[in-house]
């Protein structure tokens, strides 16, 4: 194994050369090829904090990149209109208030939900209560067991800009870009892939491959044939239009995404601008209307022509093939619904590093990595399913999500929480069982019961642990400076005209 290529840039191309890079020190040659002629989708703005797995591999500065990509902090995401118009909840990252001997804080609060005694389950959780109230601060790991030391963040910022940053530290450690557009691909007498031609002429050879071309897989499947699972029956939106507006004010430390009749619209803050975008179902909108109703909900002025995207959700039967691993669009495609599709990139190249073969069709080896990707992806579909499938609005579009066949491993989920309150999560699953919790909640879908354990203490005993909870939240709230503020001292970015 001498030569890795990677074909595409855009942010998928450029996180993995920077991680491979950083990771393989010079053991291999690495080159990227990219065309300017072909545009990147870049839409994708949000992440979740797991990516702060992926910035301390590459070792990043958090301020120098939040400052170079006009990043702002997040620390969850609200979902307005999904359960019916005017309701709106938020699914906070982190911990829930928290345990109390064997059992989970929610266990508690569903006994007082019961009885009719129990506050807003947002008041329990430091993300949720300090992004209602646009405050932020990192977490400070002196102070103990005070929710202050739980704070857990994520970023929005711009894609395009994340991804030039990264393919400066990519070059800055050993890896060459190649401007140039493929023409042809060839593939040795036992089917790897063994070389791309490009538009010049150069012919260029590598022992593996990352397919990182987008939506057309122009190795992973354009090549090597090797199939796509459409989940559209579970998610049935198949078209996306993404544009930018002017800064809000406050700067909110969330995305927001609000449903409508079709599907729905997601709202990230920058420093610069406010990225905007529309996810639904060709069936129910068409495309020029699609557009207005984007457009007619904007927070700001409109900054530059919509950038509309046709997509099938689902992914690739295996993202390893032979000697080439698809990752980013090439490999499949999830709805931003819970801000995934960076991470899905990350989490797949860092596997990838952890499965590196020594030999290019190490059958063992590609089996466990396309187990994994696997599993992780249909547990994020699941949650994003979860969603749509937990409505009480009015429409024909809502009504099919509502009614439709969930996949087993989401209803196994579904009925063991609507019994009395358990969620276990499985594996390395990406979601925590606070996740489901706050989306379940959130949804208005209460468990008919809790554990039996909750008997153990008194209704006095529970009011007092909850309210201890909530008010010690709430006055860590109150010192938290505002998220404007705290973008403006830690990592004010240049003004953009």
Same mark, same amino acid.
């Given at each position: 194994?001498?030569?890795?290529?990677?074909?595409?840039?855009?942010?998928?191309?450029?996180?993995?050369?920077?991680?491979?890079?950083?990771?393989?020190?010079?053991?291999?040659?690495?080159?990227?090829?990219?065309?300017?002629?072909?545009?990147?989708?870049?839409?994708?703005?949000?992440?979740?904090?797991?990516?702060?797995?992926?910035?301390?591999?590459?070792?990043?500065?958090?301020?120098?990149? %939040?400052?170079?990509?006009?990043?702002?902090?997040?620390?969850?995401?609200?979902?307005?209109?999904?359960?019916?118009?005017?309701?709106?909840?938020?699914?906070?990252?982190?911990?829930?208030?928290?345990?109390?001997?064997?059992?989970?804080?929610?266990?508690?609060?569903?006994?007082?939900? &019961?009885?009719?005694?129990?506050?807003?389950?947002? $008041?329990?959780?430091?993300?949720?209560?300090?992004?209602?109230?646009? $405050?932020?601060?990192?977490?400070?790991?002196?102070?103990?067991?005070?929710?202050?030391?739980?704070?857990?963040?994520?970023?929005?910022?711009?894609?395009?800009?994340?991804?030039?940053?990264?393919?400066?530290?990519?070059?800055?450690?050993?890896?060459?870009?190649?401007?140039?557009?493929?023409?042809?691909?060839?593939?040795?007498?036992?089917?790897?892939?063994?070389?791309?031609?490009?538009?010049?002429?150069?012919?260029?050879?590598?022992?593996?491959?990352?397919?990182?071309?987008?939506?057309?897989?122009?190795?992973?499947? &354009?090549?090597?044939?090797?199939?796509?699972?459409?989940?559209?029956?579970? !998610?049935?939106?198949?078209?996306?239009?993404?544009?930018?507006?002017?800064? #809000?004010?406050?700067?909110?430390?969330?995305?927001? *995404?609000?449903?409508?009749?079709?599907?729905?619209?997601?709202?990230?803050?920058?420093?610069?601008?406010?990225?905007?975008?529309?996810?639904?179902? *060709?069936?129910?909108?068409?495309?020029?209307?699609?557009?207005?109703?984007?457009?007619?909900?904007?927070?700001?002025?409109?900054?530059?022509?919509?950038?509309?995207?046709?997509?099938? *959700?689902?992914?690739?039967?295996? %993202?390893?093939?032979?000697?080439?691993?698809?990752?980013?669009? =090439?490999?499949?495609?999830?709805?931003?619904?819970?801000?995934?599709?960076?991470? !899905?990139?990350?989490?797949? =190249?860092?596997?990838?590093?952890?499965?590196?073969?020594?030999?290019?069709?190490?059958?063992?080896?590609?089996?466990?990595?396309?187990?994994?990707?696997?599993?992780?992806?249909?547990?994020?579909?699941?949650?994003?399913?979860?969603?749509?499938?937990?409505?009480?609005?009015?429409?024909?579009?809502?009504?099919?999500?509502?009614?439709?066949?969930?996949?087993?491993?989401?209803?196994?989920? #579904?009925?063991?929480?609507?019994?009395?309150?358990?969620?276990?999560?499985?594996?390395?699953?990406?979601? *925590?069982?606070?996740?489901?919790?706050?989306?379940?909640?959130?949804?208005?879908?209460?468990?008919?019961?809790?554990?039996?354990?909750?008997?153990?203490?008194?209704?006095?005993?529970?009011? &007092?642990?909850?309210?201890?909870?909530?008010?010690?939240?709430?006055?860590?709230?109150?010192? %938290?400076? =505002?998220?404007?503020?705290?973008?403006?001292?830690?990592?004010?970015?240049?003004?953009?005209?």
């Amino acid at each position: 194994m001498r030569k890795i290529l990677i074909v595409g840039g855009g942010t998928a191309g450029w996180m993995t050369a920077a991680l491979f890079g950083k990771l393989f020190q010079g053991l291999y040659d690495l080159e990227l090829i990219e065309s300017e002629a072909i545009g990147t989708v870049g839409v994708g703005e949000a992440t979740i904090p797991a990516i702060k797995k992926y910035n301390e591999l590459v070792q990043l500065d958090e301020a120098e990149f %939040m400052r170079r990509t006009q990043g702002t902090f997040k620390l969850g995401i609200q979902f307005v209109d999904w359960v019916r118009p005017g309701q709106s909840y938020v699914h906070g990252f982190g911990i829930i208030g928290q345990d109390w001997e064997w059992l989970r804080c929610h266990q508690y609060w569903l006994r007082s939900n &019961q009885r009719g005694r129990a506050k807003d389950f947002a $008041k329990y959780s430091i993300n949720t209560a300090a992004a209602l109230a646009n $405050k932020f601060m990192h977490a400070r790991a002196d102070m103990g067991d005070s929710p202050i030391g739980h704070i857990a963040h994520a970023f929005h910022f711009d894609a395009s800009l994340y991804a030039k940053y990264l393919r400066g530290l990519a070059e800055q450690h050993g890896v060459t870009r190649t401007e140039g557009k493929i023409v042809d691909v060839t593939q040795s007498a036992s089917g790897d892939l063994a070389s791309v031609t490009l538009e010049n002429g150069r012919v260029v050879e590598a022992d593996f491959f990352i397919d990182c071309s987008g939506f057309r897989g122009l190795l992973i499947e &354009q090549t090597l044939k090797t199939g796509y699972e459409d989940w559209s029956h579970w !998610l049935p939106c198949d078209r996306a239009m993404a544009v930018p507006c002017a800064r #809000i004010s406050p700067l909110t430390p969330y995305t927001r *995404s609000t449903a409508h009749a079709p599907g729905w619209q997601w709202r990230i803050p920058l420093q610069h601008r406010t990225g905007n975008g529309l996810v639904y179902s *060709s069936k129910h909108i068409d495309d020029d209307a699609a557009e207005k109703l984007l457009l007619s909900n904007l927070d700001g002025d409109q900054l530059a022509n919509p950038n509309r995207l046709r997509f099938t *959700s689902g992914k690739r039967r295996k %993202m390893w093939n032979r000697n080439c691993v698809a990752l980013g669009l =090439a490999a499949g495609f999830l709805e931003p619904l819970e801000s995934t599709s960076i991470h !899905l990139v990350q989490s797949a =190249a860092i596997r990838l590093v952890r499965l590196f073969p020594d030999r290019a069709t190490d059958q063992a080896t590609i089996d466990e990595f396309n187990r994994q990707c696997d599993f992780e992806w249909e547990r994020i579909r699941d949650f994003i399913v979860l969603h749509y499938w937990a409505n009480q609005r009015e429409g024909d579009f809502w009504e099919y999500c509502r009614t439709m066949e969930l996949p087993a491993t989401l209803q196994r989920k #579904i009925d063991l929480w609507c019994s009395n309150g358990r969620i276990f999560r499985e594996d390395d699953e990406l979601f *925590s069982e606070e996740s489901w919790i706050q989306v379940f909640l959130g949804q208005g879908i209460v468990p008919r019961g809790y554990d039996p354990l909750v008997g153990i203490k008194s209704d006095p005993q529970i009011e &007092q642990f909850l309210g201890n909870i909530a008010a010690t939240i709430e006055r860590c709230v109150d010192v %938290m400076p =505002a998220h404007d503020a705290y973008v403006s001292k830690f990592c004010p970015a240049e003004t953009v005209a």
